[in-house]
């Protein structure tokens, strides 16, 4: 089995910073891209960067220059750099990854138990 735990979301000022940090942990042969996604009340999961294994990454338009995605494979953690936060990035993020548990098995998509971060003076 495997579980993803995010930390690190709380309240922050408008224009502040946070990191929230995903670690993976289970059995785990290899993990491949990983991404964080929001859902803010009332509205749809969106997609907020994702990071290949390679390092590669994507953001959505909202957060470019502002959000850096990094990981650690050695440490099976993703993080989620967030500068210059704005009131609309309060949501619920939550930390997703594509993983094979095992040499021989398949690839699963996990996703962990969402840490809240709000923006608000």
């Known amino acids: 089995q495997v579980q993803l735990v995010e930390s690190g979301g709380g309240l922050v000022q408008p224009g502040g910073s946070l990191r929230v940090s995903c670690a993976a942990s289970?059995?785990?042969?290899?993990?491949?891209?990983m991404g964080w996604y929001r859902q803010a009340p009332g509205k749809q999961r969106e997609l907020v960067a994702g990071?290949?294994?390679?390092?590669?990454?994507n953001y959505a338009d909202s957060v470019k220059g502002r959000f850096i995605i990094s990981r650690d494979n050695a440490k099976n953690t993703v993080y989620l750099q967030m500068n210059s936060l704005k009131s609309e990035d309060t949501a619920v993020y939550y930390c997703?990854?594509?993983?094979?548990?095992?040499?021989?098995?398949?690839?699963?998509?996990?996703w962990g138990q969402g840490t809240q971060v709000t923006v608000s003076s």
């Open positions: 289970g059995s785990i042969y290899r993990i491949y891209t």
């Open positions: 990071i290949t294994s390679d390092g590669i990454t």
């Open positions: 997703n990854g594509f993983v094979r548990a095992t040499a021989w098995g398949g690839i699963k998509d996990y």
